[in-house]
């Protein structure tokens, strides 16, 4: 009964922020119509990574902020700000939670057209959902439509 309450909320919460900011209807695994090669290629992780140099996530008031990792980022800029899943591995190498090295690989190779300038860190602990939805996913779509995104990679904590 409290999960199907906690669906509804979200689903109001939702409605409000895309009659708010707009949406498009976009299958979420909609592959885009250009070839791999040509892919702007963008990545959001929600393992409370973000640069060494900022401050840490506020993990117990469930953080919504979003943090902009550049692109050509490399572990030992990163570090990991979360206590709700264990980042032991995170912290030993960020490529687990975050595969910078693997997406600048896939660049130089080929395989993937560019990354677009800009990764996103957060975090996966956020009660206030409204918060979410209301502040950082509209500062999220914004950055994604000014680099240009074709698609996103998504990865938990």
Known sequence: MISKIK???FQKIAK???KKHGSEVVDPLQQPKKPMNEWRVAFLTTAGIHLKEEAP???EA???SVRYIPSTS???DLTVSHTHYDTKAAEEDVNTVLPVKALQELEKEGTIGSLTPTFFG???Y???VDKLM???VPLIIKRLKEEHADVVLLSPG
Do not use: A, C, T, Y
């Open 57 to 59: 996530f506020d993990v």
């Open 74 to 76: 490399v572990h030992d």
């Open 62 to 64: 469930g953080d919504w």
């Open 16 to 18: 409000r922020s895309i």
């Open 126 to 128: 956020i009660p206030r």
């Open 7 to 9: 669906d509804l909320i």
């Open 122 to 124: 957060m975090m996966g």
């Open 134 to 136: 209301n502040e950082s």
